[in-house]
């Protein structure tokens, strides 16, 4: 009972959150300001862990490619597919939601300890759509990091294949446009656009309806990464066999 009480709870949350809208010079602030804290701020963390796991994936399928008949072409094309269809959509995301998640939960969960979110509602302001409308909309700037987190990671691979000694450039470029399938990026791109939505909501409720005091909101902290991370995943593998199964 205590999982639908939430389920029911978060879709109310998700109704009240377009209901009451704040002020639209207000809003664009706090959309900047989400901008900043949960999109810039990840960019960095973003670059790198993409660039060195598409160089992993590359060496990882050189060192198994021990037929001499395999051409060297697929280091290129297994790099390819494994970072647009599953690392930088996916995994990034995995990633995003112990950094992002945690920080939403955390920062909103603050506010609700300290009755900041009280004094909100006493005020008049609808306190959902205040707090949470701004970090889904900063969220639809999502897909542009993990299109970067693509880049990064095929990059990673190109050059470890070419310094590791694996594989030509010419046959690099050769097997990165082998078979090339143009929806395998909008499937992508559909999965980024669900996973930036959980990203924002989730964590965000976790926050919202903290009960306790600080040692409460590290804990909320863990348990929205946990069912952030498990709800991506369930949605990966629903999208997945909608779109390629």
Known sequence: MTYLTDIGRYILMIKNIFRRMTKASVMKRLIFNEVEDLI???LGIVVFISFFIGG???IQTALNLNNPLLPKQLIAFAARQSVILEFAPTFISVIMAGKVGSYITSSIGTMRVTEQIDA???MGINSVN????????????????IAIAMFM?????YMAG??????????FLTGLQEEFIPFHLAYAFIKTFLFAFILATIPAYHGYYLKGGALEVGQAST?????TSVVIILTNF???QLFLG
């Open 40 to 42: 810039i701020s990840s």
């Open 153 to 157: 990671g095929i990059l990673g691979a």
């Open 120 to 122: 909100l509602e006493v």
């Open 162 to 171: 070419i310094f590791g000694g694996f594989i030509s450039s010419t046959q």
């Open 130 to 145: 205040y707090l949470i409308l701004p970090k889904i909309i900063a969220m639809l700037i999502y897909p542009f990091l």
């Open 56 to 58: 992993v994936v590359a």
């Open 223 to 227: 348990t929205s990464f946990i069912w």
């Open 238 to 240: 629903v999208v997945t």
